[in-house]
């Protein structure tokens, strides 16, 4: 999380010192952000947002305070029409089966940047609470496949460009606000902030839009 921080530091000084005022990157007017925890809800939405060739953007958050060995505390699905941060309970709830499937489903494309972090806390997650079941080892091998689990990041220069915001600068020519204060805020609380919620929504939208464009 420091060095993310440290980039978008050195992102927008770079910014400054070149006196670029490119156009700020929005989510679409009215674009509906869902902030679930519970596993039903999850399902009914992933259920009627995602249908087969669907493509996602996907993203984690996390606490600040936490090292990468923790867990994920919010898992960002964005379609072009809507977005769902599910806030990982942590307690002992039932995972949603939705996103189990939603893992290992290799007609739906998941786009994400710099995803080893995020796929090491997730696949920690689902160790801890899946430990013996059939299906972990299938959602193992699933996260490592590119072609169902893209990572941006390897589709560009990464010597030339690096990090989200630089990469959609350089490929959408727009500027991803750089909400520190959400970026560094508790991710675990019971209720997220709209800050929070628009800077998840929007790292996971934009992950869409970038992919498009690599795509062509």
């Given amino acids: 999380m420091q060095d993310m921080r440290t980039d978008l530091l050195h992102f927008q000084k770079d910014l400054n010192q070149r006196q670029i005022k490119p156009e700020r990157f929005t989510l679409p007017e009215n674009y509906p952000i869902e902030a679930l925890s519970s596993a039903d809800k999850v399902d009914k939405w992933i259920e009627d947002n995602i249908k087969p060739d669907t ?64 796929m090491e806390k997730i696949r920690r997650w689902l160790d801890r609470r899946l430990e013996g079941e059939a299906i972990l080892q299938e959602i193992a091998l699933e996260l490592r496949t590119p072609k169902s689990h893209v990572d941006i990041s390897h589709l560009v220069n990464e010597k030339e460009v690096k990090g989200l915001r630089r990469i959609a600068f350089r490929y959408i020519a727009k500027v991803v606000e750089e909400d520190l204060e959400a970026m560094s805020s508790r991710w675990s609380r019971y209720e997220l902030s709209e800050a929070q919620k628009k800077y998840a929504a929007e790292d996971a939208y934009v992950l869409l839009q970038v992919y498009k464009v690599l795509a062509k």
Avoid at 69 to 94: D, F, M
Avoid at 106 to 111: A, E, L, N
């Fill in 55 to 118: 493509m996602v953007g996907m993203d984690c958050e996390w606490d600040c305070t936490e090292d990468e060995r923790g867990y994920p505390h919010v898992i960002s699905i964005a379609t072009e029409e809507a977005c769902l941060l599910y806030q990982v309970p942590s307690k002992h709830h039932r995972i949603p089966n939705k996103l189990l499937d939603l893992f290992i489903d290799s007609k739906v494309k998941k786009i994400w940047c710099e995803n080893q972090i995020s």
